[in-house]
């Protein structure tokens, strides 16, 4: 099977959105992250909620988790209303940065490699872009499931 069976719509935001905006969208769609998108529509990275987190969640607690215990509800809170002077770039993943390319695929490539490049960056989905450079939309974790899940209650019928 290929990427370009499994393919959904997605999202698409740019980096100069809010980054409340983003997760608002993620929280109605019910998507685990969305792509982001320079103004040509190509394809710059991809956002999930865990990289949103991430940017507001100070690192020392993300490096000791038994450290958040000790943090009060109020400050916590502090924390997460720092999403909203944020933009989404503000909050794109360190690959972004140069270190490693966000997760993408293009409609060819296979159900395992779309799952080797959601394993290899982290990410809970993968773009899928064409030849051109153009986001065709997106791949997720949870198409992939679905797909093993399937095909598992093929081979276990009787």
């Not at 740019?14 to 409340?20: I, Y």
């Not at 794109?92 to 490693?100: A, E, V, Y």
């Not at 490539?109 to 030849?131: I, Q, Y």
Request: aromatic share 4%; glycine share 8%; with cysteine.
């Amino acid at each position: 099977m290929r990427v370009r069976e499994l393919v959904d719509e997605v999202p698409v935001v740019g980096p100069d959105d809010p980054v409340l905006d983003a997760v608002r969208t993620m929280w109605r769609r019910r998507v685990p992250g969305l792509v982001v998108v320079d103004g040509q529509g190509h394809l710059m990275s991809v956002l999930s909620v865990t990289e949103v987190l991430r940017s507001v969640v100070p690192s020392y607690v993300g490096e000791d988790a038994l450290l958040a215990r000790v943090i009060d509800e109020g400050h916590a809170d502090d924390f997460l209303a720092e999403c909203a002077g944020r933009k989404v770039r503000d909050c794109l993943p360190r690959g972004h940065r140069g270190h490693r390319g966000p997760a993408a695929v293009s409609p060819d490539a296979t159900v395992l490699e779309a799952a080797a490049s959601m394993t290899s960056t982290g990410c809970p989905l993968a773009a899928v872009v064409a030849d051109d450079g153009r986001v065709l939309g997106a791949v997720s974790w949870y198409a992939l499931l679905d797909r093993l899940l399937t095909n598992d209650q093929r081979r276990t019928a009787p």
